[in-house]
């Protein structure tokens, strides 16, 4: 696997991560050390980086499913190049 698909596939993952402990969030769960549906627990609900590695690979073989559809339909995923943000939003004379 080139290098860039690997890096873009751990972005996706660690995005994947954020996305669902978020929607967890919202629905009221909390961190505990184990998962317990009746306390709305779930040991997951931490950082990426802390996640157990089988986690990580959970969410890794996710991104990478994503990025082989993509493929698949015939679309591209292009990263751009030198891009600058600034002067992108030019504030409107007063």
């Known amino acids: 696997m080139p290098a860039e698909i690997a890096q873009l596939a751990e972005l996706l993952?660690?995005?994947t991560h954020e996305n669902w402990t978020e929607q967890r969030l919202n629905e009221g769960l909390r961190y505990g050390a184990k998962r317990d549906a009746a306390k709305k627990e779930h040991p997951c609900l931490v950082?990426?980086?802390?996640l157990p590695e089988g986690e990580k690979e959970y969410d890794r073989e996710t991104a990478m499913e994503t990025l082989k559809t993509n493929q698949?339909?015939?679309y591209r995923t292009?990263?751009?190049?030198?891009?600058h943000t600034e002067g992108m939003f030019p504030c409107e004379p007063s």
């Open 13 to 15: 993952a660690r995005k």
């Open 72 to 74: 698949a339909l015939e």
């Open 47 to 50: 950082p990426y980086e802390e």
């Open 78 to 83: 292009v990263k751009e190049q030198n891009r």
